[in-house]
């Protein structure tokens, strides 16, 4: 066990020392039942707080405010036309502690800045941060870049943990992590703290160190976030997930102890924190994470096509299928096709690994269906191959003439800070539904491809379908299959071939913002859609499970779609070291016996 600032900290703020549970039974002496808020005569004095800010530092110790909070009180200032300016900037909205990249979620969630938050630079800091809400009964919150569908990291009422300005990336040519000397071989590999983005590492392991890290598909996704939750991007159909290349964690755990966690120091938490699920286990303050060789290539295929009717969309469908389970169901392939109830298809691929014959040779037998039939009408219809070590470059793209990434256009702002167009949607989006559902590799089989093919068909006249194959690891390498199978994630992504994404919502509602009126019977309509949709997929894989990170709020079978058969080994795990729930997020490990505001304990178990 690694202590890092327990003398400072401890006498300053009170830290327990010890073991997590026997530390924070000793020192709590009951169970907690509910937390304190601002109002309440147990919220801590000026003094206390002052307490903190000496320790943490006085500009390291914010009063957040809501995002559009400047609208507010000054709808014609400087500040009210920055945010507005930039509301749709991804790095812009994870620069500020009220800032979350979603503004919403019907019926579920609104964005709520905490009362106070510590913008921690160092692991001390995070412990200071941790013991304080602890001594003082506190609600915590944890967020790096607050890109969370869920919300799960947003909490009113609560002390923050902003790990955002933890962002420094190091390479090692040969890492063995923390009390694994002699034990397991030295691997290249990358650390990152908490608050880096997965732009971050692309950059340093890929752009400018030649060498490849799996990791997220969107560039603003926090680092430490995505491998807690499993994490998939782009190539996890030949490299696995983020949580399987997870070499080394450090945690801040909830009796303010700073914490190394790897397959040989506290190997359960470890095992946890590799697809358990963000914000429960601790604040994770730096994780490393396996690097790989470089491809020669990233590969690409995207196309848009429109059906005539419904039945040229059913042979469309059926026709695609076969085009996947036949050429695509392998290590190379992954990313998207859609399927829209306005018999739309659509193309947005992506591979490693082969050459601009051998993507021609894969795709063009189904280009070519597609161009012969007068039953579709073709928009565009592309695929090809590109140097991988430019994949990420911003600059060298847009040489190119290749506009693919927007800059982060703010003075001083990273020239390796970009997001995908793509993703543009997604920035502020206030989310009228969402659900996902692996579904497994045996609908593959040439005699479940028609079940398969008429039940997409009976989705998509609910709502559009997003079919995200590299979120299923079946089809890929041997090892990565076996790997994933070692986390924490439900053991279900092993046997998926595809992760099926229905969701939808408008643009950003964030509190504050000026704008016009929802239409909420249209919008409950349009939930009411995508349950429809999600509904006519389960009758073809009722025990589907459903991905953590991008998943239905109102899930009321989370623990066994989420987790399946590991869910009682993490509770295991959260009760040796987090019995009393510091950490608490919706639908996380162990939040059933906690209200849905993280405040109150309704349901104590001993399980």
């Not at 890492?175 to 030295?186: N, R």
């Not at 598909?217 to 983020?242: H, P, Y």
């Not at 509904?535 to 989370?558: C, D, H, I, Q, T």
């Not at 490990?589 to 309704?602: N, Y």
């Amino acid at each position: 066990m690694t202590v890092v600032g327990g003398g400072l900290v401890q006498a300053a703020v009170g830290g327990a020392v010890g073991g997590p549970a026997a530390a924070i039974a000793a020192k709590a002496g009951k169970t907690v039942r509910t937390r304190v808020r601002p109002r309440d005569a147990g919220w801590p004095s000026a003094k206390e707080w002052g307490k903190l800010r000496q320790v943490v530092g006085d500009a390291n110790l914010l009063r957040p405010s809501a995002l559009f909070g400047s609208c507010a009180t000054d709808a014609n200032g400087a500040a009210c036309a920055d945010v507005m300016k930039n509301m749709r900037n991804p790095f812009y909205i994870s620069d500020q502690p009220g800032g979350t990249e979603v503004s919403g979620w019907l019926d579920a969630w609104t964005p709520a800045a905490s009362e106070y938050a510590v913008a921690a630079h160092s692991a001390s800091q995070v412990a200071a941060g941790v013991n304080f809400a602890r001594e003082h009964n506190l609600r915590l919150a944890v967020k790096g870049t607050g890109h969370s569908y869920l919300g799960t990291s947003n909490a009113a009422d609560s002390l923050l943990i902003w790990t955002h300005a933890m962002n420094q990336v190091r390479m090692h040519d040969a890492f063995v992590g923390q009390g694994c000397e002699g034990k397991v071989a030295a691997t290249p590999a990358v650390s990152a703290e908490s608050g880096a983005m997965w732009i971050d590492l692309y950059d340093a392991v890929t752009t400018r160190g030649g060498r490849y890290v799996q990791g997220g598909g969107c560039t603003s996704v926090g680092v430490a976030g995505l491998v807690q939750s499993g994490g998939f991007g782009s190539f996890s159909k030949g490299f696995g997930t983020a949580a399987a290349g997870l070499l080394e964690a450090e945690i801040v755990t909830a009796d303010g102890q700073v914490r190394v966690a790897n397959a040989c120091t506290n190997p359960d938490l470890y095992w946890a924190l590799r697809g358990g699920g963000g914000g429960t286990w601790g604040v994770v303050t730096r994780v490393t994470l396996r690097t790989h060789d470089l491809p020669a290539n990233f590969d690409y295929a995207v196309g848009k096509v429109k059906a005539q009717s419904d039945e040229a969309f059913k042979q469309l469908i059926a026709r695609a299928m076969d085009h996947y389970a036949d050429n695509l169901f392998n290590p190379h392939w992954g990313e998207q096709m859609h399927f829209d109830r306005d018999n739309t298809f659509e193309i947005s691929m992506v591979g490693q690994g082969l050459d601009g014959e051998q993507v021609k040779k894969v795709w063009e037998p189904f280009f070519d269906f597609l161009k012969g039939s007068k039953d579709f009408t073709v928009e565009r219809l592309v695929a090809g191959a590109a140097p991988a070590r430019l994949w990420w470059d911003v600059v060298a793209r847009e040489a190119r003439g290749n506009h693919s990434m927007i800059r982060d256009p703010r003075p001083g702002a990273p020239a390796s800070h970009a997001w995908w167009s793509g993703d543009q949607d997604q920035v502020g989006a206030y989310l009228h539904g969402y659900d996902s559902l692996w579904l497994p590799a045996t609908l593959l089989k040439k005699e479940e491809r028609g079940r398969l093919a008429e039940a997409l068909f009976a989705a998509s006249r609910h709502h559009q379908l997003e079919m995200h194959f590299n979120k299923g690891i079946a089809g890929a390498p041997a090892e990565a299959v076996a790997a994933v199978r070692e986390t924490a994630t439900n053991p279900k992504v092993a046997d998926a071939f595809v992760l099926v994404i229905i969701a939808d919502g408008e643009r950003p509602s964030y509190p504050g913002l000026a704008r016009p009126a929802m239409d909420m019977a249209a919008a409950r309509e349009n939930k009411r859609q995508i349950d429809l949709a999600a509904a006519e997929l389960r009758k073809v894989a009722p025990e589907a499970g459903s991905y953590v990170s991008e998943s239905n709020f109102f899930n009321e079978r989370w623990q066994e779609e989420y987790w399946g058969t590991n869910y009682p080994k993490l509770r295991a795990v959260k009760k040796k070291y987090d019995p009393e729930g510091m950490f608490v997020v919706h639908h996380g490990v162990g939040s059933e016996e906690w209200s849905a505001d993280g405040f109150t304990r309704v349901d104590i178990k001993q399980s």
